[in-house]
C-alpha cells in the first residue's frame, strides 16, 4: 500500500485502546553435573509464535514447538567455546497469562552452554535467533524481526539450581480491526503512519532485565504495514496486526484501502481521543476496533490506470532494482524471481517497440505479466525507492499521475528518451507533487512540466536537438535558486511560474521566454537569441536586468510589476531585431533596450 499524503477522514464509531503487556517464560532446567546447562521453553524459525488471548490485562505469546531461540553469556561457554547456542523448543503448556516449553534435550548435549567456574553469569535470550553480543547489544528490523522477544537475568553459578528467563516483546503491537457500514465493501489493506515520529525501520538496542535500552534508530521509516500471514476476517471486516519501533508512539494516522462499487479508495484517520492524539505506549499491545464510513475516499490509481510510459518508467525502476525487490518480496512472504522483472522490462520495453503495451505487465494475469500477489509488494517496494537512474531510452510520455506510485524519490537521474523510437520527439514528461524530490535530469527529452517539487534544487535537460521544439515549464520550487541551460535547442520555449527562491535564469537559446511571479529573480539573459519572438515578464520587484545576445526576429516585449525595489534596471537586447508590442507596466525603475550590432541604440522604453 503507499504510502498517502491528502488525509480524507473518517468516521470513527468506536475505538478502544486496550494496552496489554505481552508475555512468555523460559526455564533453566537443573542439569545431570555434567556441567551443561539445560533449558525449558518455546518458539520456531518456521512455524513462529502466535498471540493467545487475553488473560487478565494480559496477552500470551503462545511459542508452538521446533521454535528456536539463541542464548548468549559472558561467561558460559558451548564445548567448542562458543559463547552462544540456538535451542529447540518443545510446547509445554499455558499457565495464566504465560506460556511454557522446553528446551530439545537434543540441542544441549556436547553444543550446549556449560558453566565454567564459579561466579555470577550473565544470559541474554532471543526469539528468533538474531545476533546477539555477550553483552546483550544487538541489532533488528521491524519489517524483518516482526516477532522478535529477549530475555535476559543475572545467575550464580548452580548446576543444580534452576534459572529462569523471563521474555519481553522488542516492539510495540497493534491490532487493527476495521468493519465496513456496507457488507459489499471489501476492507483491502491498511497502513500506519506517523506524523511525528518513526514507526519502523532498523534498529540497534541491548537487552535489559524488562526489555531493552539504549535503543536508537539507524534506518527510520515512518509506516508500518501488517504481517500478511497475521492478517484475518472476513471481506467487509478485516483484522491486521502491526509491529512497530520500541518507543511510545504518537500522532500516529491510520490508512485504510479498501473497494467499492468496483473502484479501490483510500481513507485515513488521525487516531486521538477527546480532541487530542493518543500516545501509544512501547512495548504494549494496542487493541483498536474501528468503523469504515465507506463515503467517499480518494480514489486510488491502480497500474491499469497509468499511462504507456509511466509504466515504462516502473519497468525500468523494477529492473533495476531486481534484486532488492525479490529480497523484500520473500520479506512479505511472496515469491518473486528478480529475473521477472528484468525480463518483462526487456519484453515490453527494449524488444517489442510498438507491438505490445507495457501496462500488460501489470495487469496481474498471464506468463508475460505481474501476478495479482506480487502486485501489492511491487506497490509498497515501488514506495521505497529514493533513486531513479535510467539505463535504457523510453518513447511513450509519462503523466504526473504515474509518480504516485515513486513518492519518495529524491533524484531522477538520465530519463533518456529514445529518438528512434519518437516521431519528431514528441516525448513528454510531467512531474508534479514529489515531495522528497531533490534533483532531475533528462537526456533528450522535448517536453517537461515541474511543479509542486518542495525539495527540488536542481533541474538539467541535456542533449536537445536543433530541430526540434522543447517546451520548458518550471513551477512551484521554491528551493531553485537558479537555472541554466546547456543544451541547444534554439527553438525552445521556458515558462517560469512562482519560484520564489529563483534569482538567476541563465539561457544558450530559445524562441520564447515567460516569468511570472519570481520575486527573488535579479537577472535574465540569453547567449544566442537569434531564434527569440517573445519575452514577459512580470511580478518580479527585484529583478535587476539583463541581456539578450544576437536578436535578428522581431521580438514582442512584455515587462509588469518589476524592479520596484532596486534602481537602474536595465534589459538589453542586442542585435538587428526590432521590438514590437513593447510593453511597459508598473515597471518604471526599469529600462529595456533595442541595441544594433553597431552598438547603436534603436529603441528604448
Known sequence: ????????????????????????????????????????????????????NEQNGKIQLIWETGDQIRIVSDRARTSSGSSSHDYRLRHDREEGSHSYAKFDLNDAGENGLRWEESGDYEFYATYPAVSVSSDGSFSADVSDDRYLMVAHTTAAYNTQRKVFLSFYPAFTAFEVTITADDSS?????????????????????????????????????????????????????????????????????LYCTFTKDGQTRTKSLALSSGGSSIVFSACKYHRLNLTLDSSGGDVEIEFSDMSMGGCQMLLSLLKQNAGSLQQYAQNRGVTLDQNLAVNLFNYYVNNNVGQVDARDAFKGTGSNSFTSDQLPVIKDFLGTLTNYTHQNSLWASIEATDFVFVPNLETIN?????????????????????????????????????????????????NIDNNYSCDFSLSNCPKVTSFSQDWNGQRCSFSFTNMSGLQTISLKNGASVTVDNCSALTSLGMEQASNLESISISNAPNFTGGEFKTVEKTVSVSVSNCSANVSGAT??????????????????????????????EKTRF
Open 414 to 462: 538520465q530519463l533518456e528518451v529514445d529518438p528512434q523510437k519518437v516521431n519528431n520527439y514528441g516525448m513528454s514528461i510531467d512531474v508534479s507533487g514529489l515531495q522528497k524530490l531533490k534533483s532531475i535530469s533528462l537526456y533528450k527529452c522535448t517536453h517537461l512540466s515541474v511543479s509542486d517539487c518542495p525539495q527540488l534544487t536542481s533541474v538539467q535537460m541535456m
Open 185 to 253: 465493501v471489501s476492507v483491502d489493506d491498511s497502513e500506519l503512519y506517523s506524523l511525528v515520529t518513526p514507526m519502523a525501520g532498523k534498529f540497534t538496542a541491548k537487552i535489559g532485565n524488562a526489555g531493552i535500552y539504549d535503543y536508537n534508530v539507524t534506518s527510520p521509516e515512518r509506516s508500518a504495514y501488517p504481517a500478511s500471514s497475521l492478517t484475518s476476517g472476513s471481506r467487509s471486516s478485516k483484522t491486521f496486526i502491526f509491529f512497530c519501533l520500541p518507543q511510545d508512539l504518537r500522532n500516529v494516522v
Open 1 to 52: 500500500m503507499k504510502q498517502l499524503y491528502h488525509p480524507v477522514a473518517f468516521v470513527l464509531a468506536a475505538l478502544v485502546c486496550l494496552l496489554m503487556s505481552v508475555s512468555g517464560c523460559a526455564l533453566f532446567e537443573e542439569t545431570t553435573g555434567d556441567q551443561v546447562i539445560r533449558f525449558t521453553a518455546a518458539s520456531s524459525l518456521d512455524t513462529k509464535v502466535y498471540y493467545g
Open 571 to 600: 534589459l538589453i537586447l542586442r542585435g538587428n531585431g526590432n521590438a514590437t508590442n513593447a510593453g511597459k507596466t508598473n515597471s518604471d525603475n526599469l529600462t529595456v533596450k533595442f541595441i544594433d550590432n553597431g552598438g547603436n
